[in-house]
DNA sequence: CCAGTGGTTGCAAACGATTTCAAACATTTC
DNA sequence: GAAATGTTTGAAATCGTTTGCAACCACTGG
């Protein structure tokens, strides 16, 4: 029961090499085959792998990215974390993620990935506190911010097209002939949620409508469905709903089920981002799809080229969101 | 524009001490408060913050744990990463994230967790390659295996109580006077899949009662539906069926709404899990609870317990399971 | 035979922190 | 005032790797 780790000393004294030959075996560099097969068996045997810690010291790069994330309460968030984790798998990074949840401070996690010397801190929740970010630009440490603010300078930015949802949506209202259309947010107001409501406004207004505001109760299903119930039951109850997000619509959903509401023809409901559960038979909703690949990819770009060129500047990239009309519209 | 990032160095100097002095300010040691206050203050106007991959290196420890993680097709495995995430940062560890989804190998992850040094590796996914685990146990890894699997020597497990979630399925239907009791499980066959239907027969051949057995068609939504409706479409149709997960739970429910079979009445439906949704309207799924905050606790017990004592024999635990009845049973 | 070439090798200096040790200093006790 | 005691301090070794450099080797061509 040996418990300390071999080292690359080990491995040379075992091999008789020195230990430059057993770096260069596994990180390449001129050696000839046959020590390099010998190093590698010797290796085996005595269980070695380089230490990451070890090489990032020297080499002044760790190949890790920070993901700095809150509560997942969307469904949304863990497919992006997935598809996340995968493209940084492909191209050879780790993926360190910093839970945010305590009052939704961020710092803590940015401050982390700083320590970590990430390639780069993700941010896909809360709102990014000045000091942290500015810590981060100072020490050119790359920060992208994730589907829901830009507010911060010097920082780059992937957000949906979400001015441009709304505007479907309101569109796709107005053509099923609407009469009283109503904006569904979630309880405390976010970037995404007040840009996809300037939208929906925006293209009301240029019919000559101004829909009705209404918001969840709360963060859990039952205040949001508490929420949808009340809406509902209004005797001005509105006939077409936009939501911010399809969790907010399964509310509205399942609310108009339990009044007796026939969906899509005494109301039609619109949801935003796509979740795979959208497109179950219980909800059949109509939504805004949310390309979490997409998402994934310019991310993925924006981060090879902030890193070969430090000194660009802010780049802001939008996700194009396009209407999946299923079985919630007329 | 400075690129390089500040070092100990930097700050001793600024501060005029010893680069004694300043890690001893930041890691704690003696040092007289006047001192620390003007080297936290140097340190500040430098954005200096030690380097944790130069620290692990001395102190030959990260303080970081690796979870292997396969496609998370069902919710309870983001409510499990961040439960996990957050417990960790709590015990001052960070989470690495290493996808396994091609081809379900994970010992790439395993391997990065090695090279990590990580302190564990927590495998939620999968088999574990044999190879990549007794390398674990030579160098005194400690492997983890969460909620699936325990086929593998020398390493830890926590798993549910499926067997029984099974047994207390079977008699709960067995109370409600079902006819014919039928088990619908995953395409491919896992541990846990195994001994829920395990423990569902053993109760149901206790009562005489041999139950039927179905199978999903694919890993998706649709596919799911389909099997079921097939299922519930045969003229020897179960009155009662039990489901590996909820999310069958939610392809069956579903299948009788569009075959206009009544719920609990004519069709019984039991889920495991308790996923968030299975609370939702529209299913209201009597389902077993496995609660996902026990499940990372015990996790970071055995954490502790390995670390502490590092030859100790294997862990397993089993995490009880409650029946939670809503409106799909009677 | 000798200079030139090109591929292998190993030494030693980094990388950025912590921690042991002994010296220096301050404080108390007799 | 001296000895004993306790607290700060910094020099230097250390952690496990990479890499620039120079030495070395075996060839090749003149």
Same mark, same amino acid.
């Given at each position: 029961?040996?418990?300390?780790?071999?080292?690359? +000393?080990?491995?040379?004294?075992? #091999?008789?090499?020195?230990?430059? #030959?057993?770096?260069? =075996?596994?990180?390449?560099?001129?050696?000839?085959? !046959? +020590? +390099?097969?010998?190093?590698?068996?010797?290796?085996? @045997?005595?269980?070695?792998?380089?230490?990451?810690?070890?090489?990032?010291?020297?080499?002044?790069? @760790?190949?890790?990215?920070?993901?700095?994330?809150?509560?997942?309460?969307?469904?949304?968030?863990?497919?992006?974390?997935?598809?996340?984790?995968?493209?940084? #798998?492909?191209?050879?990074?780790?993926? $360190?993620?910093?839970?945010?949840? +305590?009052?939704?401070?961020?710092?803590?996690?940015?401050?982390? %990935?700083?320590?970590?010397? &990430?390639?780069?801190?993700?941010?896909?929740?809360? @709102?990014?506190?000045?000091? =942290? &970010?500015?810590?981060?630009?100072?020490?050119?440490?790359?920060?992208?911010?994730?589907?829901?603010?830009? !507010?911060?300078?010097?920082?780059?930015?992937?957000?949906?097209?979400?001015?441009?949802?709304?505007?479907?949506?309101?569109?796709?209202?107005?053509?099923?002939?609407?009469?009283?259309?109503?904006?569904?947010?979630?309880?405390?107001?976010?970037?995404?949620?007040?840009?996809?409501?300037?939208?929906?406004?925006?293209?009301? %207004?240029?019919?000559?409508?101004?829909? #009705?505001?209404?918001?969840?109760?709360?963060?859990?299903?039952?205040?949001?469905?508490?929420?949808?119930?009340?809406?509902?039951?209004?005797?001005?109850?509105?006939?077409?709903?936009?939501?911010? @997000?399809?969790?907010?619509?399964?509310?509205?959903?399942?609310?108009?089920?339990?009044?007796?509401?026939?969906?899509?023809?005494?109301?039609?409901?619109?949801?935003?981002?796509?979740?795979?559960?959208?497109?179950?038979?219980?909800?059949?909703?109509?939504?805004?799809?949310?390309?979490?690949?997409?998402?994934? =990819?310019?991310?993925?770009?924006?981060?090879?080229?902030?890193?070969?060129?430090?000194?660009?500047?802010?780049?802001?990239?939008? $996700?194009?969101?396009?209407?999946?009309?299923?079985?919630?519209?007329?």
């Amino acid at each position: 029961m040996n418990r300390r780790r071999s080292t690359i +000393k080990d491995v040379a004294r075992e #091999a008789g090499v020195s230990v430059s #030959a057993v770096s260069r =075996a596994f990180s390449g560099g001129s050696l000839s085959a !046959d +020590k +390099k097969t010998r190093i590698l068996q010797v290796a085996g @045997t005595l269980d070695y792998r380089p230490s990451s810690a070890a090489q990032s010291l020297v080499r002044q790069q @760790t190949r890790s990215v920070t993901l700095v994330t809150g509560r997942m309460h969307d469904p949304f968030d863990s497919q992006f974390l997935e598809a996340l984790a995968e493209a940084l #798998a492909d191209s050879g990074r780790r993926l $360190i993620v910093a839970p945010a949840s +305590k009052q939704a401070d961020l710092s803590g996690g940015v401050y982390q %990935a700083i320590d970590d010397r &990430s390639d780069a801190v993700i941010i896909a929740a809360g @709102t990014m506190p000045l000091d =942290a &970010s500015r810590a981060c630009v100072r020490i050119g440490l790359p920060v992208i911010l994730a589907g829901r603010i830009l !507010d911060t300078p010097g920082v780059d930015a992937v957000v949906a097209a979400n001015c441009d949802g709304g505007r479907q949506a309101a569109a796709m209202f107005l053509r099923g002939g609407c009469q009283r259309p109503a904006w569904f947010g979630v309880e405390r107001p976010s970037f995404s949620n007040d840009e996809r409501l300037a939208g929906f406004h925006a293209q009301m %207004a240029a019919a000559g409508i101004e829909p #009705a505001r209404f918001e969840a109760g709360g963060r859990d299903d039952e205040a949001i469905f508490e929420a949808a119930s009340r809406m509902l039951s209004r005797s001005d109850r509105p006939d077409a709903v936009f939501c911010a @997000t399809d969790r907010l619509a399964f509310g509205v959903l399942e609310a108009a089920g339990a009044l007796r509401l026939a969906v899509p023809r005494d109301l039609a409901v619109i949801g935003f981002n796509n979740v795979p559960a959208a497109a179950r038979r219980s909800y059949r909703l109509t939504t805004l799809d949310y390309p979490v690949a997409r998402v994934v =990819a310019e991310i993925m770009e924006i981060l090879e080229a902030r890193l070969a060129a430090p000194g660009l500047a802010p780049i802001r990239r939008r $996700i194009p969101v396009s209407l999946i009309v299923r079985e919630t519209t007329r």
